[in-house]
């Protein structure tokens, strides 16, 4: 996936928040913070794998299923595999 490798350090960028906000759950519930607080922070770290995501979705669409990729053939298999990524993706 080139793209991804094209994007990195965007997306290093982002998996360095996630994992910063990760690791802020885990100091919370050490700490014992309040519900609220530890909730509005789950909801932080999810739209932020949202994000990462949409990012890294939108690349690999224009990568392999724009109007210059590969055989018809080809981007066949790579829409059903975006179609099973994203069926995974909203479970």
Do not use: W
Request: glycine content about 6%.
């Amino acid at each position: 996936m080139s793209h991804v490798n094209q994007n990195s350090p965007k997306l290093f960028a982002r998996l360095n928040r996630i994992k910063g906000q990760v690791e802020a759950l885990d100091h919370a519930l050490k700490n014992g913070v309040a519900c609220s607080a530890f909730l509005h922070q789950v909801a932080s770290v999810r739209g932020a794998i949202d994000g990462l995501m949409s990012e890294a979705l939108e690349g690999h669409i224009r990568e392999h299923l724009g109007e210059n990729s590969h055989t018809s053939e080809e981007r066949q298999q790579d829409l059903d595999e975006v179609i099973n990524v994203l069926k995974t993706y909203l479970k």
